[in-house]
């Protein structure tokens, strides 16, 4: 089993940043692709950004892309994302994702979500 906890959601104005952070247990954070997804009321959930465990490379969704910034610190057995620039239209409910790999398949494992409000 994996537990993720997220937290450091919040309201900023245009243009702010945010950094949020997933608190992984149960697995190594090195062992996992992590991600994070968003979804805003009324639309489907949108990967934001992802890491791989080995060798970390990232990759991001269009609409974030340059504006953000997936990092995973082992020692500490997180995941992070740091937003820059926010823009209204970041607002949504930001999930933490873990993809573990079993011999019967792959299993998604979702934090509880924490809240980001992006308004003026």
């Known amino acids: 089993q994996v537990q993720l906890v997220e937290s450091g959601g919040g309201s900023v104005h245009p243009g702010g940043s945010l950094r949020l952070s997933c608190a992984v247990s149960?697995?190594?954070?090195?062992?996992?692709?992590m991600g994070w997804f968003r979804q805003a009321p009324g639309k489907e959930r949108q990967r934001v950004a992802g890491?791989?465990?080995?060798?970390?490379?990232?990759m991001y969704g269009d609409a974030v892309r340059g504006r953000v910034a997936i990092s995973r610190d082992n020692a500490k057995n997180t995941v992070n994302l740091q937003m820059n620039s926010l823009k209204p239209e970041d607002t949504a409910v930001y999930f933490c994702?873990?993809?573990?790999?079993?011999?019967?398949?792959?299993?998604?494992?979702w934090g509880q979500g924490t809240q980001v409000t992006v308004s003026s």
């Open positions: 994702n873990a993809e573990v790999n079993y011999t019967s398949g792959i299993k998604n494992y």
């Open positions: 890491i791989e465990g080995n060798g970390g490379e990232t």
């Open positions: 149960g697995r190594a954070t090195s062992s996992l692709f």
